[in-house]
């Protein structure tokens, strides 16, 4: 499982090169595309289609060849093989087979957006393409409204402004946004915004419309000390001199009505060196 580029060749690994220029067959999405690739770095390899099309077909085949002795690299036309892109149901078919599966790590679309959005956001949740239709993308969004953590999508230049209408709609205008478009290319762009300012942003210049995009959305607010009452803060402060965290936790819910989660965040912030 080899990653490639998602815009820069430069980023390639050394480990990455390594391994294509020795494996038997480089088991590509797109040939074409990869055959480019290998190209600019000199690199004859044998190539075969394995696409969202064929790979059950194409996969038992590789496993074949596999399975006699030779070598696969697999590729995706960018990023991480496997991640939103074939190459799971190949892996699957490897191991069930017996055959050792080695991952040749790199660029990855979601974790380089993270790592430039600024997010205070130490849980995330990576969900991928939201469904191409209206209806089923809104009860997605619904499934994900309640959640604390910060949820990446990807999206393609032809869907982003419904999807972005959609992110409106079911989460609301007051969390932020933040744009990842065109990751390590030319027209690299990384913009923050409210999801209330989001549509105007993207319609007020047709360019910020092209190319790949990943969306980082601001999760749910998490219940805090804020949201609990002084008298239920009271309760779980007293009974926690005397009992374990889930005790008291517990107890305290029961007298105050709270939900135990919110208690429990508290909880934690109390008396952190319980389990």
């Known amino acids: 499982m080899v990653a490639t580029p998602i815009g820069n060749l430069q980023d390639i690994t050394l480990r990455a090169l390594e391994t294509l220029k020795t494996v038997d067959v480089v088991a590509a999405e797109d ?19 394995l696409h969202e099309h064929n790979e059950r077909h194409a996969g038992q085949k590789l496993v074949e060849l596999l399975q006699s002795g030779q070598s696969v690299a697999l590729v995706s ?31 990855n679309a979601a974790i380089t957006a993270l790592s430039a959005a600024g997010m205070d956001a130490p849980h995330f949740l990576f969900y991928g393409f939201l ?4 209806a089923q993308r809104r009860g997605g969004l619904e499934t994900l409204s309640e959640l604390p953590y910060c949820l990446v999508f990807y999206e393609a230049p032809h869907r982003v402004l419904d999807s972005v209408a959609d992110l409106v709609s079911v989460l609301g205008e007051t969390r932020t946004i933040t744009f990842a478009r065109e990751l390590t290319k ?44 002084r008298d239920a ?28 989660n919110a208690l429990y965040e508290l909880a934690l912030t109390l008396k952190p060196e319980s389990p």
């Open 186 to 229: 030319t027209f690299e762009t990384i913009h923050t915004c409210l999801l209330g300012d989001a549509l105007a942003w993207l319609e007020n210049d047709p360019n910020q419309q092209r190319g790949e995009f990943v969306l980082l959305v601001e999760g749910a607010p998490v219940a805090n000390e804020r949201a609990i009452s």
């Open 131 to 134: 469904p191409p239709k209206a």
């Open 77 to 107: 036309d960018a990023g991480t093989p496997g991640i939103s892109d074939p190459g799971m149901l190949l892996v699957a078919m490897a191991q069930a087979a017996g055959v050792h599966v080695v991952p040749i790590p790199g660029a």
């Open 233 to 260: 803060q009271n309760t779980l402060e007293i009974l926690l001199r005397d009992l374990p965290l889930k005790q008291a936790v517990k107890l305290a819910a029961e007298i105050s009505g709270v939900k135990k």
């Open 31 to 49: 040939t074409r595309h990869t055959a480019q690739l290998l190209g600019h770095f000199g690199i004859q390899a044998k190539l075969s289609a």
